[in-house]
């Protein structure tokens, strides 16, 4: 499957509070979420790909290779809106850049391997908005085409991220991607055993 210019973002910016501690930096299979959602995204074709901090910054940030970008988002203790307001920012201000759409994924979300990520990808245009969803149920990743960045970032605020904006869209496209993997997000660590 071919994946057009995609750039990635990924969320990794907040503290974790029902887990304990940031969740980008909780490990599993030995290997940090933060690490593996990057994996994912650049197994799937997608990049580059920006990764927006918050809590425990510096910690993440050490973590990242050279490739991947990190974002600080400053007041990312308000929301994911916050993160994806900076995410936004930092893709619009790409010299030359010819990405035609942002994958927007989060951290917590182990079991959305690259297929996922690649299936959704490969619908990307300036017009596409897009999500993954799990037996119908709409999830992550979320594509959205250049021309909505400055949309989504307007309306972006709190912990509703892009919800409100995507809510009612007649030119949303949802993804069926339960054949693949699960949807199902991290929030406290009994949620690690992994999807049922």
Excluded at 140 to 145: F, R, Y
């Amino acid at each position: 499957m071919t994946v057009p210019p995609v750039a990635g973002l990924l969320l990794a910016a907040g503290a974790g509070r029902r887990f304990g501690g940031p969740k980008a930096l909780v490990q599993v299979d030995d290997e940090p979420l933060v690490l593996r959602a990057l994996r994912t995204l650049t197994a799937a074709g997608v990049g580059p790909v920006h990764v927006v901090v918050g809590a425990a910054a510096d910690e993440v940030r050490a973590l990242l290779p050279e490739s991947a970008h990190a974002v600080v988002a400053e007041d990312w203790a308000t929301g994911m809106g916050a993160s994806l307001r900076a995410g936004l920012a930092a893709l619009g201000a790409l010299e030359g850049a010819e990405h035609v759409a942002a994958l927007v994924h989060l951290v917590d979300l182990p079991w959305v391997g690259s297929g996922i990520v690649a299936r959704v990808a490969a619908l990307a245009t300036p017009e596409t908005v897009a999500r993954a969803a799990y037996d119908g149920v709409p999830g992550h990743p979320v594509l959205l085409g250049r021309r909505w960045w400055g949309d989504v970032a307007k309306s972006s605020r709190g912990d509703r991220g892009a919800r409100d904006w995507l809510a009612g869209r007649d030119d949303l496209t949802l993804v069926e991607c339960g054949d693949l993997g699960s949807g199902r997000d991290v929030d406290r660590p009994g949620d690690l055993a992994g999807p049922a």
